[in-house]
């Protein structure tokens, strides 16, 4: 439910920029900025185009039904450090000359945290789950180097840190 629903809020800010005006993107993560805070909590929201905002959606949608369906206790926790932290750590080491938006951070954090999740847990489900994300997102580690600079590698190298370091953090844990 929760990717579903971070999804409605991202076609409904994209509606109101798009059919309203509203420049959303205003409330982007600007890095070392007292008003690119906000962006924190907002940026995944946004973007910059019907490309963009599918380019997310579909992941966003595969991966994070995957993680709520076969994780569901965690599945929360997961979620929440791939949406807030990836976006502090942006904040913090991001180009301070850009406007960083999109929910592709949150996209490589799930990522990252089912493929590595697989391979620090060590049981056939979680295997399983992180080859079939190979397999479908493998690209995603092309992702986190700097190859064009209208994107935030940033965010995708920050959503992999995120991702990997739950993934270890929570491997060990009994009932998942």
Known sequence: VVPFRLVFLMWAAFYLELFYGWPLSFFGIIPWSVRGLIGIFTAPLLHGSLHHLISNTIPLLFLGTVLFFFYERIAGTVFFRAYLWTNILVWIFGRQESNHIGASGVVYGLA????????????????????????????VIYGVLPTDPRVSWESHFSGALVGIYTAIGLSSQKKV
């Open 112 to 139: 990252f945290f089912l493929i590595f999740f697989g391979i620090f847990r060590r049981d056939f489900l979680s295997m399983l789950i992180s080859l079939v994300v190979i397999l479908l997102y493998g690209g």
